[in-house]
């Protein structure tokens, strides 16, 4: 291989996953590893640097030239530490930049997962050369960012911006952010499952019961949206009240940022069939200040590899910058 050679990272709370790129793009080899959250922070990142070192003695190292990092938020890229007690429990304020720098003589770089999704889709993915693309990824959480000209779209301070967070019903559930009835704690994965969960006892002939064996903990949004499909009453119920307020979120991404595209990923979003209808509906209904029936709403591409892809671009996106500063 000629050209540079950049290791991508993805860090969650449950896998590290670690891809290694050609400059033009090419993706050449994954590793993946559990994430050691519950043991130390120094196993955690030995065993990033294992993934590293996995990778670039496979595909030759000698050519390897930036490390680019997307993990769980909070992060703190200006310093490049993880500041996240709420999905890597132990994970507070750790110099992960510094570190692998350290252990590598690499330039390293630390950006919210989201973000790194999202320049992925940009670079390699469904929002290829879209000048103004917002992405959300729905899972667990509900992850969004904006990419503006080929850039994460920053706030103050260089911190990203947690449009999963905002209020769509304050009367809602409490979020571990600190709101009531936030996007997140409304429309996720995990919203959907506790949904379920709290009205399960009101539908004893929901095909659910039986999907969990009586087990209720191992309801999840992927079992409910399949029994949405074969119509089951509970499940579309959930469905429809989880699109409702998903479809809300999105006009007021649509509202805030009108982008050309929103590229939706994520688990959750693996059933956006059941999703599209309340996103239309809602969108033909709001369509009144901005352009909300031209924004095209589309599958993200990329899958799980997103993140690395993102990553990946971002590292590379920096070597070129310090290329020209040295001219
Ligand atoms: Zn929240």
């Known amino acids: 291989m000629s050209g540079p050679i950049v290791i991508g990272l993805d860090l969650g709370g449950t896998f590290i996953r670690a891809g290694l790129f050609h400059s033009s793009g090419e993706l050449h080899g994954v590793r993946q590893a559990y994430m050691p959250t519950r043991e ?18 496979e595909h030759g190292s000698a050519h390897l030239t930036g490390i680019g990092i997307g993990a769980t938020g909070p992060i703190d890229a200006r310093r490049g530490c993880i500041q996240n007690p709420f999905t890597l429990p132990g994970w507070e304020d750790v110099p992960i930049v510094d ?22 889709e940009y670079w390699q ?20 960012a904006c990419i503006l000209d080929g ?11 947690e449009i999963g967070h ?24 995990t919203a959907i499952a506790r949904t379920a969960h709290e009205l399960l006892q009101a539908y004893p002939s929901s095909i659910l019961w039986s999907k969990t064996a009586g087990g209720l903990e191992q309801i999840h949004a992927h079992m409910v949206a399949e029994a949405a499909k074969e119509d089951d009453p509970l499940a579309v119920r959930v469905i429809e009240q989880a699109g409702r307020y998903f479809s809300l979120g999105l006009v007021n991404l649509i509202n805030f940022f009108v982008p ?22 809602t969108i033909t209904r709001h369509n009144v200040m901005v352009p909300a029936t031209r924004v095209r ?3 993200a591409k990329l899958g799980i590899h997103a993140g690395l892809y993102g990553a990946a671009f971002c590292i590379l996106q920096k070597l070129e910058m310090s290329r020209y500063e040295l001219d």
């Open 40 to 57: 130390s922070v120094q196993k955690g990142l030995e065993q990033i640097a294992a993934l590293v070192i996995e990778l670039t003695q």
């Open 99 to 120: 570190w692998l720098q350290d252990r590598f003589d690499l330039p390293v770089l630390l950006e919210n997962d989201a973000d790194m999704a999202a320049l992925g």
């Open 125 to 144: 993915g469904a929002g290829m050369d879209v000048t103004r693309l917002a992405v959300v990824t729905v899972g667990t959480g509900i992850g969004t």
């Open 151 to 161: 850039k994460i779209y920053r706030g103050l301070e260089g911190v990203h911006p």
């Open 166 to 189: 905002h209020v769509i019903d304050p009367s809602g559930p409490l979020c571990y952010c600190g709101a009531k009835g936030c996007w997140e704690v409304l429309a996720s994965g």
């Open 260 to 281: 050309e595209m929103i590229v939706l990923g994520g688990s959750v979003m693996n059933s956006l069939s059941l999703f599209m209808p309340f996103i239309e509906r």
């Open 297 to 299: 709403i589309i599958p």
